[in-house]
């Protein structure tokens, strides 16, 4: 039995990669009447192709990830994440007014820094690589282009 590494993709996002899954199906040798088949006669079986084909799907898209962030109210955390290590550089507004979730707000801290407190950290992976980044996203953290993190990494700052 295959137990899932990350997680289930929802109904919708299988829906979204019908195509993917047709072609895992068929690298698997499972064709279209046999999938039916399987999925009215043995649900635990196709749970678990659903499964391993929800940890192919996940496995690709973290070792293609290259950027994450996560926004909270008080701080802003923008991760570089390389293949051996992780680059942080976190953002912290201690003001009692400060809300950075939003945009108008965190686009006027970052134009006027004064006050922000700005660290940088880099760290080797505990784990996997993919398992750590696939845990910051479970944590809150989002996928992102690296913007926001080359904004941060200026030498100004």
Same mark, same amino acid.
């Given at each position: 039995?295959? %137990? ?37 006669? /043995?649900?635990?079986? %196709? ?34 994440? /390389?293949?051996? /290590? ?26 006027? $820094? ?40 200026? $030498?100004?700052?």
């Amino acid at each position: 039995m295959h %137990a899932v590494k990350y997680k289930r993709l929802s109904k919708k996002e299988l829906e979204e990669l019908e195509k993917e899954f047709i072609d895992f199906l068929v690298i698997n040798g499972i064709t279209a009447e046999e999938w039916e088949k399987i999925k009215l006669e /043995q649900r635990t079986v %196709a749970d678990e192709i659903i499964d391993q084909f929800s940890d192919v799907v996940w496995e690709g898209s973290l070792r293609k990830l290259e950027y994450l962030h996560r926004i909270t109210e008080k701080a802003l955390y923008a991760f570089h994440c /390389q293949q051996e /290590q992780i680059h942080l550089i976190k953002l912290s507004d201690p003001s009692t007014n400060a809300d950075l979730r939003k945009s108008e707000y965190r686009e006027n801290r970052l134009r006027n $820094p004064s006050g922000l407190k700005v660290s940088k950290k880099t760290k080797t992976y505990e784990q996997d690589r993919e398992t750590e980044l696939f845990n910051l996203i479970q944590m809150g953290c989002v996928i992102s282009e690296g913007a926001l993190y080359r904004s941060l990494d200026r $030498p100004s700052r």
